[in-house]
């Protein structure tokens, strides 16, 4: 698989992540028969990385709801004087991966061959599995919630 370069200037942060995640436990080095590139964009004054999986995109049938429209969440949130916002940062690591799907999530770095033992960022399932695992409707009962991110509310309680 084609490996895409990353810019000179993020690389101690791409390294930094790559650390971070391993200490963490989220990934590990691998022996996988695969291989994909990782690529990056900055978000506020930092860089992510994320790793581009298309081999695991292929072959899946996962069901999720469906995301609604802007027009419907500005709709829905028509009147409401209370917003929040609920930031849910790295959400997906809570997920673990299925032992025999891991080694189809391993990507190159300049640390060597790493593969996920969480569910990555990126992954075409992640968020469908992402919006099975974490209910957020259960979690905040007494919200009017369109989307996991965007809390809101018509009255204070």
């Given at each position: 698989?084609?490996q895409?370069?990353?810019?000179?200037?993020?690389?101690d942060?791409?390294d930094?992540?790559i650390?971070?995640?391993?200490?963490?436990?989220?990934?590990s080095?691998s022996?996988?028969?695969?291989?994909?590139p990782?690529s990056g964009?900055?978000?506020r004054?930092?860089?992510?990385?994320m790793s581009?999986?298309?081999?695991t995109?292929?072959?899946?049938?996962?069901?999720c709801?469906?995301?609604?429209t802007?027009?419907?969440?500005?709709g829905k949130?028509?009147?409401?004087k209370?917003?929040?916002?609920c930031?849910?940062?790295?959400g997906?690591?809570?997920?673990?991966?299925?032992e025999d799907?891991?080694?189809?999530?391993?990507?190159?770095t300049?640390?060597?061959l790493?593969e996920?033992?969480?569910?990555?960022f990126g992954?075409s399932?992640?968020?469908?599995?992402?919006?099975?695992?974490?209910?957020?409707?259960?979690?905040?009962p007494y919200?009017?919630?369109?989307?996991p991110?965007?809390?809101?509310?018509?009255k204070q309680?």
């Amino acid at each position: 698989m084609k490996q895409y370069p990353l810019p000179v200037h993020p690389m101690d942060e791409v390294d930094k992540e790559i650390n971070f995640m391993l200490e963490s436990g989220i990934i590990s080095k691998s022996t996988s028969p695969y291989a994909s590139p990782i690529s990056g964009y900055e978000k506020r004054r930092s860089y992510k990385t994320m790793s581009r999986l298309p081999k695991t995109q292929q072959n899946h049938n996962l069901r999720c709801g469906t995301i609604p429209t802007l027009d419907e969440l500005l709709g829905k949130m028509k009147g409401a004087k209370f917003f929040t916002k609920c930031d849910l940062t790295k959400g997906y690591w809570q997920i673990p991966m299925h032992e025999d799907s891991k080694a189809y999530t391993a990507f190159q770095t300049t640390q060597g061959l790493m593969e996920f033992h969480y569910m990555p960022f990126g992954l075409s399932t992640a968020a469908c599995t992402f919006q099975r695992a974490v209910p957020v409707n259960e979690a905040f009962p007494y919200t009017n919630r369109p989307c996991p991110t965007i809390l809101y509310k018509r009255k204070q309680e």
